[in-house]
């Protein structure tokens, strides 16, 4: 069950807000309709339900509001917009990265896929699937980890009937097993359909909180649909006999042959247009939309300031105008001379009462006590308000590295890029060999003196570049809840990942330039050299730290090309500042840091480990280790301070 009170956006500069003061309830085992014009409001209630937009008021769900709910996912299932998802993925990828994020077991994406009728497509890429196919797979990733409710913007917009008719049977089949289904519309006649219970928005304000059943009688009128070249003369000719035979009807002029006629029957107008020999094209019953808007707000007038508009005791209109053509034009304006005392006015049947909504058991809290106490109660100005709603970033996955695997392996990006740089690699290895003027070190590596880093390297920052950026761009955490969120468990499997990736990077490109280096120059380039360790240590954290740095600025910045900017700005910027700061004057050196850091241990290092601790402290003290520490220590502490400042606030 879903318990909305008090929902209200903020308010936009001079503009009134796009949601005010908007309470409903949508109950279990029921679909429900959020109606309304395009302007009206839905969305933005949608996302001040679920904390992605700031505003006031408080959304439970089963009792509990959502940022109290451990797996949001499981149990609210949402669709906003397109599937978020990155174009080059496949439709079963795509599901089963999502049911890693979500902790449900990988056999779940083969079952929602057989649900939603995907299963021919599993293999189709999501930038290749059609507007149909696209609202079936979001049904689907809504629908993946068994939700209890269903939360669903304009899911049939842009759909053909008989996919609509496949959708709603799908939400329907979900509201019978127990589920709670809540879906926007604009269009009455769908809702009226589809829906048992149907919320009207009108200008971001709720006008009606109906049964599907009152909805129909008194929003939806039935109307005739005429389609003639002589609409103007036929539509004339219809008022003067309506006034004529003192009947209550409604003549509306859609567009230049067009009439949509309310109150009469097709027989009437076809003999109307028989007897005037006026030719028809199309003639039919049809449902209208909703008519003539319903008060904002319901109140009683006083005596003497009553509304000159009335309400038409079949079909529950108002009568205030729209071409609408009455009995009683044609009586006499005279008044009467003994009109008697005045009668009691008659309820208006479109007249909702609106109740306060009262939270379930067991979930009341203070900021709801205007809700239970009712309108008689004295109340605060200031506690009357409804609570602020804080955005609320989404959960990290539940299974991050399996997560993080199923990311990377989905998309040919990764395979691309690591093909790229291993074929750049070996033409330049050639070349520097042909040239003669480059050490072994350097030749195997590919690194040229004029390049500030290697291929290697540069690819490694762009594919943990990618690990963020492309995520941001496309997201696929963003299915349930909205933003990609910057958890530290999250961040871990990225990096983890970014490192092994690294470490398979610098082993191919050192094997398959070592072995064409051995294929056109012979042996005499690829021996062993004698301190290959320490050079495969320092080659391994070159990459390593420069995959890392793309990690890391490209989830502060949220961007791919911020992430590969902070790879290339290590050597560019911030190398020549540790050379200028280190070739500064000084007084003292750091000579024998090795043997003092020994002597510190309480015992001895086993195995020579203090080798390996002096190979690690020369490769910070050499100008670009030193600048990639430092780079990475900064946006490390960037990218906590960022993932932190929420929980702070």
């Keep these: 069950m879903i318990q909305a009170i008090g929902l209200t956006s903020n308010p936009r500069q001079e503009l009134p807000p796009a949601v005010d003061d908007v309470s409903f309830e949508a109950r279990t085992g029921r679909v429900t309709a959020l109606l309304g014009a395009e302007a009206a409001g839905k969305t933005t209630a949608l996302r001040l339900m679920l904390e992605l937009q700031q505003g006031r008021g408080i959304t439970y769900f089963r009792g509990r509001p959502l940022h109290r709910i451990a797996r949001p996912s499981r149990e609210v299932g949402v669709l906003l917009g397109e599937v978020p998802g990155h174009p080059a993925r496949s439709v079963r990828g795509h599901l089963r990265m999502l049911c890693a994020a979500g902790g449900v077991p990988v056999q779940r994406a083969d079952d929602v896929l057989e649900v939603i009728g995907l299963v021919s497509l599993r293999d189709q890429r999501l ?33 053909s009937t008989r996919e609509s008719g496949w959708l709603h049977g799908v939400l329907r089949a979900h509201a019978r097993q127990g589920g709670t289904v809540l879906f926007t519309t604009d269009d009455p006649k769908e809702a009226a359909r589809t829906a048992d219970r149907v919320v009207t928005l009108e200008a971001g304000r709720l006008v ?112 205030d105008g729209r071409l ?24 208006d049947p479109t007249e909702i009462l609106l109740t306060p909504l009262v939270p379930l058991e067991g979930a ?45 392996a989905g998309v040919g990006s990764g395979y691309l890029t690591a093909a790229a740089v291993v074929a750049v690699s070996a033409l330049i290895a050639v070349f520097l060999a042909r040239a003669g003027h480059t050490p072994q070190a350097r030749l195997i590596a590919a690194w040229p003196e004029e390049l500030p880093l290697p291929p290697a390297a540069l690819g490694a920052g762009l594919l943990g570049a990618l690990a963020f950026g492309d995520e941001f761009r496309h997201p696929a955490l963003a299915a349930d809840r909205g933003t990609v969120p910057r958890r530290l468990g999250l961040l871990g499997a990225k990096l983890l990942v970014a490192a092994a990736t690294a470490l398979l990077l610098c082993l191919l490109v050192v094997v398959s330039d070592a072995a064409l280096l051995h294929l056109v120059y012979g042996e005499e380039l690829t021996k062993v050299p004698a301190d290959w360790l320490s050079l495969s240590a320092s080659w391994v954290a070159l990459v390593t730290g420069c995959a890392w740095a793309g990690v890391l600025a490209a989830g502060v910045f949220r961007s791919t090309t911020a992430g590969l900017a902070a790879v290339l700005a290590v050597p560019i910027v911030v190398v020549p500042l540790v050379q200028k700061a280190l070739e500064g004057p000084s007084v003292r050196s750091a000579a024998g840091l090795p043997a003092r850091l020994r002597d510190l241990a309480l015992v001895q290092w086993p195995f020579g480990v203090e080798r390996y601790l002096a190979g690690g402290v020369r490769m910070i003290a ?26 702070v606030r």
């Design 127 to 159: 930038g290749t699937l059609s507007r149909g196919m696209d609202r079936r797979l979001g049904l689907g990733c809504a629908l993946l980890t068994d939700p209890h409710t269903l939360v669903l913007d304009a899911p049939a917009h842009g759909l």
């Design 364 to 408: 009341g809290d203070a900021d709801h006590a205007r809700v239970a106490a009712g309108p008689s109660a004295p109340q605060d100005p200031a506690s009357s308000l409804p609570p602020p709603i804080t955005v609320r970033h989404g959960r990290s996955p539940l299974r991050p590295l399996r997560y993080e695997l199923r990311r990377v």
């Design 324 to 347: 609408h053509v009455a009995a009683d034009d044609d009586s006499d304006p005279r008044p009467d001379p003994d009109p008697g005392p005045d009668p009691a006015p008659a309820p």
């Design 208 to 319: 009606a909180d109906q049964e599907v059943a009152d909805f129909a009688r008194t929003r939806l009128r039935p109307r005739v649909a005429v389609q003639s070249p002589h609409a103007a003369r036929l539509g004339a000719l219809l008022a003067k006999e309506a006034r004529a035979s003192r009947r209550s009807v409604e003549v509306v002029n859609e567009d230049g042959s067009r009439l949509s006629v309310y109150g009469s029957s097709c027989a009437d107008v076809g003999e109307a247009a028989y007897r005037h020999g006026i030719l028809v094209h199309q003639l039919a019953d049809e449902i209208g939309d909703a008519g003539p808007p319903l008060p904002t707000e319901v109140r009683a007038d006083p005596p003497g300031n009553r509304s000159d508009s009335r309400t038409d005791s079949r079909t529950g209109e108002r009568i």
């Design 622 to 647: 050499q100008p670009v280790g030193g600048a990639l520490m430092l780079s990475l220590t900064a946006l490390l502490c960037a990218y906590l301070l960022t993932a932190m400042r929420g929980r």
